[in-house]
């Protein structure tokens, strides 16, 4: 809604009667007091309202019995250069903060890793479903971790010639794939000249969203990769309940997230990689979510 | 907890881990050669990362490289202090 200011005489108005405006609900008109500005050489009093127009901040004022002596619109200026500094430095408190559980969290792994080496074979099944619930937990605070890194972390592509199901495989090791999914790679290896780490981050993305559309129902993640004339086209295709059509258009947004435990960081990720290499990636539903990344072929600069 | 004391024992675990995963669960061993040759606990070589690598290059011997491997690809996946970064040189030297 619009904002407006206006200005008239403090009249019989106390200090509690204006601190009970700012607190009050918008009244019929749709006008709410956000603020009061007090100029004791005038003795006025200045009001920012939020309200649909000028003729309810009149019809606001008309009902409480105050005349106003103008009522103008205004808008607020945005420091932008502020705001980047706050993200700047909300950016480098969350990495500073994942670089610090980091290695608490890697402790812990390490020890459930151990206890399950060591003594598994004579841990009642109790046990060891509690090892894999914690087990599960701290893939899950890893992931958050990883993705605040991979966000923040703007590494110079390293390319090279490296084989797509290798890729693929790397990212697999990291990723917990449940029995209930079945996951298919592609037929047949396709050569990209791109940086493989940087591909990884985006299919643990990718895959780690779509196990987890899945959830717990059979389901099936189908991952093809063909070579077109001068490009390579790779999709990763989940046959969860897809996207919900309000959320396509913003899905590679920062920060945008839809999940209760998301960053809102790993398809802005994604899309920044892909962006990196001259590539694409789109989102879109086909019997589930299709995620289609394009990236231009390119031959290793002597 | 310190960032000190977590970094001992993330050692400590990285260490034993390393040694189960190349099929050496002989950690007890390396503790006592630690404790008898150099006076030190796991823990310690921390500080003393020489005593490690000698340890672990007189009980292992060619088996030294394997392990070395499963600890360094522990170790990427921690945040490391200047202790942690001199301790992977020394042990890859």
């Known amino acids: 809604m619009p904002l407006f200011i206006d200005g008239h005489g403090l009249d019989r108005f106390s200090q509690k009667a204006l601190c ?42 008309h009902d409480i019995g105050v005349d106003c ?4 619109q205004v808008d607020t200026i945005k420091n932008d250069s502020l705001d980047s500094e706050k993200l700047a430095t909300i950016g480098q ?21 151990i ?24 893939s899950s605070i890893n992931s958050q971790i990883n993705n605040v890194l991979d966000f923040v972390r703007i590494n110079p592509l390293k390319k090279s010639n490296t084989g797509i199901l290798s890729i693929l495989n790397e990212s697999m090791s990291s990723i917990l794939i449940p029995q209930n999914i079945k996951l298919s790679l592609p037929d047949e290896d396709v050569m990209l000249y791109a940086d493989p780490y940087q591909l990884q981050v985006v299919f643990n993305n990718l895959l780690t969203n779509a196990i987890q559309a899945i959830g717990e129902d059979a389901g099936t993640i189908q991952i093809k990769a063909i070579n077109k004339e001068d490009k390579t086209i790779i999709t990763v ?48 539903n086909s019997g589930g979510a299709l995620f289609t990344i394009t990236l231009p072929k390119e031959t290793p600069q002597k | 907890m310190t960032d000190r004391y977590l970094n001992r024992i993330l050692l400590r675990v990285i260490v034993e881990r390393s040694l189960l995963d190349v099929g050496e669960p002989t950690i007890d061993i390396l503790e006592n050669t630690l404790r008898e040759t150099y006076g030190c606990t796991l823990e310690d070589c921390y500080d003393h ?22 600890i360094k690809k522990e170790f990427a996946k921690v945040t490391l202090d200047k202790k942690l970064e001199s301790l992977l040189l020394i042990l890859d030297r």
């Not at chain 1, 408190?93 to 890793?113: E, F, G, K, Q, Y």
């Open chain 1, 20 to 61: 009970d405006a700012v607190k009050s609900q918008r009244d019929k008109h749709g006008v709410k007091t956000l603020e009061f500005f007090y100029n004791k050489d005038d003795n006025r009093l200045y009001c920012l309202l939020d309200a649909p127009s000028k003729d309810s901040v009149y019809a606001h004022h």
């Open chain 1, 69 to 72: 002596q103008f009522v103008t």
């Open chain 1, 93 to 113: 408190m969350a990495t500073r903060l994942a670089h610090d559980i980091r290695n608490p969290i890697s402790v812990l792994n390490n020890v459930i890793h």
């Open chain 1, 115 to 138: 206890i399950d080496q060591k003594y598994g074979h004579s841990l009642n099944s109790e046990i060891k479903n509690y090892l894999q619930i914690m087990n599960t937990a701290i």
């Open chain 1, 237 to 284: 295709h989940d046959s969860g309940p897809g996207i919900p059509q309000d959320v396509l258009p913003r899905i590679f947004d920062l920060l945008f997230t839809t999940k209760q435990k998301g960053t809102g960081l790993g398809l802005f990720s994604c899309k920044n990689i892909i962006e990196q290499h001259g590539g694409t990636i789109e989102a879109s």
């Open chain 2, 49 to 70: 990362p020489q005593y490690l690598k000698d340890a672990l290059c007189e009980l292992f011997g060619r088996a030294y490289a394997q392990i070395l491997s499963s």
